[in-house]
């Protein structure tokens, strides 16, 4: 008999989705051979978006509110898909229940709220990630191997670009990510958290990063957010070596993920908008991709999303994570020092000039 693990996914939008496609279908590693993950619980305040998700994925049940949740023995793990200012107030009740947590990206609005999240999974000793799906993306996962594997020498410079249009997505309503006060930030904290974390796995997590330099501005969506929907970041390490950031949520044409890592011996590229299925088409056909700004002509339909975007390894590595008492490759640390990066991002913004990462070290070590 296999040991089965509970799982609760909390928002039923196309992230939580994502997560818990991500659990029905990412095998666990042979090691983990036995292990089965039960859908326990969706929880959405708005009962027919989570009923769909319910039936679609396989809960057991729905909840509107994390309160039905917290005393389910049967639960214990929770995946967090939640607006960024929930997460102060409800990640400290679910660690105080015993419960491991993923959190989906960013861990805070700032720095001062990652240090408390980071600060109090430390002390309930359980596990706690933070989902920056991009580190679990096949074609990142490839690039890694052949670092590691010294295909291209000692890494020098580093670069990633996020792209999408969120204005022209009917289909996934982001409406709270305009709002600064909510969300903590615009483009740069959203979609920049992935890549300065990637940057740090490239280069390795024992570079400190010294400081940044970062430009953004609000260019087109003035309607709709104060937060910048344009933003660059330059992020140098101690050493010297630099990263180099580009996010935006003004790009026509879907979302849009490449990286670059260039070493001594050679370099390696990858490109999300090169591995779809191009297709003209006259008539819609349903979802096409995350983002997708059109539903007729050429079209490039992405086979297997979850998958693609990283959720299915994601959520494999959470679990075994926490079945082996052990803390994640992307743990609430590292959510902590991407925040304290982008905050010194931000201030650079309005400094225009290089400004300090300060971290503390009673969180990091």
């Not at 105080?96 to 000793?125: C, M, N, S, W, Y």
């Not at 260019?219 to 709709?224: A, C, P």
């Amino acid at each position: 008999m296999g040991t089965r693990i509970g799982v609760a996914v909390v928002g039923a939008g196309m992230a939580g989705q994502a997560h818990a496609y991500g659990y029905r279908n990412a095998p666990m590693h042979p090691d983990l051979a036995g292990i089965e993950v039960d859908l326990v619980a969706i929880v959405d305040p708005v009962e027919p978006l989570a009923r769909s998700a319910a039936t679609r994925f396989g809960f057991a049940r729905t909840a509107a509110t994390v309160d039905e949740i917290l005393d389910d023995d049967g639960i214990q793990a929770v995946s967090l898909a939640l607006p960024n200012d929930r997460y102060v107030e409800v990640i400290p009740r679910l660690l105080a229940a015993g419960k491991h947590v993923l959190a989906e990206k960013p861990l805070g609005r700032d720095a001062a709220e990652a240090f408390a999240l980071a600060t109090a999974a430390q002390a309930a000793g359980r596990t706690a990630a933070v989902g920056f799906s991009w580190r679990r993306l096949p074609a990142v996962e490839g690039i890694a191997r052949l670092v590691q594997g010294g295909a291209i020498g000692p890494v020098w410079y580093v670069s990633g670009w996020f792209v999408s249009d969120y204005a022209a997505t009917p289909q996934t309503p982001l409406s709270w990510r305009y709002d600064r006060a909510v969300a903590g930030g615009g483009a740069l904290l959203d979609m920049g958290c992935h890549t300065v974390e990637a940057a740090r796995y490239f280069f390795g997590k024992e570079n400190r990063i010294k400081d940044v330099f970062a430009w953004g501005a609000t260019m087109v969506h003035k309607d709709r957010t104060t937060g910048e929907d344009n933003a660059v970041l330059l992020l140098r390490l101690e050493d010297g070596r630099t990263s180099l950031t580009e996010a935006s949520w003004t790009a026509k044409g879907g979302m849009e993920l490449r990286n670059e890592v260039y070493g001594t011996m050679g370099r390696i590229v990858t490109d999300t908008s090169s591995t779809r299925i191009r297709a003209f088409i006259q008539q819609p056909a349903g979802y096409l991709m995350e983002k997708a700004d059109a539903d007729v002509g050429w079209v490039f339909p992405i086979p297997d999303e979850a998958r693609v975007y990283g959720y299915h390894e994601e959520m494999r590595h959470f679990v075994e994570s926490f079945v082996k008492g052990e803390q994640p490759r992307e743990d609430f640390v590292d959510g902590y020092v991407v925040n304290s990066v982008l905050d010194a991002a931000y201030k650079s913004m309005q400094s225009g000039h290089w400004e300090a990462v300060h971290i503390d070290s009673k969180v990091t070590g």
